[in-house]
């Protein structure tokens, strides 16, 4: 069957697709990182500018926590997707290797049986 992939193949895609998952959570948590380090010069900022300067810094800080509460959406979005694939994923080895392990397990004794005493 063409279509169908080995254990191999199916961990290095899972491996592949763990990789891209982290990737984009680092960069989202970069970004939030960057976010609230803004957003904390904009707020020192704000406190000491007046009249129509002081409404101006408020209005950024409303984007700007827009923005950071994006990001955050976007952060628990990727998290709640790639959660179940990471159970699913450690289900699935805990299974490959009890199997691995009951199959060395009775080649063993299967080759303690064969041999000469």
């Known amino acids: ?8 193949e199916r ?4 491996r592949g697709k763990f990789r891209e998952y982290e990737g984009r959570l680092r960069q989202l948590e970069a970004r939030l990182r960057q ?3 803004r957003l904390r010069i904009i707020q020192g900022q704000a406190q000491q500018a007046g009249g129509r300067a002081r409404l101006r810094w408020k209005r950024l800080e409303r ?4 923005a950071i509460d994006t990001t955050l959406a976007r952060l628990h979005g990727l998290l709640r997707t790639v959660e179940p694939r990471v159970r699913r994923s450690l289900d699935q080895t805990s299974t490959l290797g009890r199997g691995l392990r009951a199959g060395i397990k009775a080649g063993m004794a299967a080759y303690r049986r064969s041999r000469p005493k």
């Open 1 to 8: 069957m063409k279509g169908r992939l080995s254990m191999r």
């Open 11 to 14: 961990l290095e895609v899972a």
């Open 35 to 37: 976010l609230e380090a």
């Open 63 to 66: 984007e700007l926590r827009g």
